[in-house]
């Protein structure tokens, strides 16, 4: 499974992005096998889980995110979108895109703030400048 990340850039506080994750490859076709998500780090910080979803469409956001991120989802073109409005400075990092083979992981990393995954993309870089 290969996962490309698009869609950032350098913007102002107040601004919106979206980013894409494209998957390409053996993905997984069977419904509630995987899940899918964003995760970020700026230098210096610790990784930060954003949003998750299952393969079923059962989406979570972490903190930061949760208000103004919006994660959604082409299942035919296997595309996952980050829609980010109202962005801050606190929000420069770069975001990645991930994916893993069961369902709940995803989900389960977010809550705990901690975890691995099977598949990562190289990430796209989101810098708000003030």
């Known amino acids: 499974v290969q996962l490309v990340e698009s869609g950032g850039g350098s913007v102002q506080t107040g601004d919106s992005l979206r980013l894409s994750c494209a998957a390409s490859g053996d993905t997984p076709t069977t419904p509630n096998s995987y899940c899918m998500g964003w995760f970020r780090q700026a230098p210096g910080k610790e990784r930060e889980w954003v949003a998750a979803?299952?393969?079923?469409?059962?989406?979570n956001y972490g903190d930061s995110a949760r208000g103004r991120f919006t994660l959604s989802r082409d299942v035919d073109k296997k595309i996952l979108y980050l829609e980010m409005s109202d962005l801050k400075p606190d929000d420069t990092a770069m975001y990645y895109c991930?994916?893993?083979?069961?369902?709940?992981?995803?989900?389960?990393?977010?809550?705990?703030?901690?975890?691995?995954?099977?598949?990562r993309g190289r990430g796209t870089q989101v810098t708000v400048s003030s």
């Open positions: 979803t299952t393969s079923t469409g059962d989406i």
């Open positions: 991930v994916l893993h083979l069961n369902p709940y992981h995803c989900v389960h990393v977010l809550a705990i703030g901690r975890g691995e995954f099977d598949f």
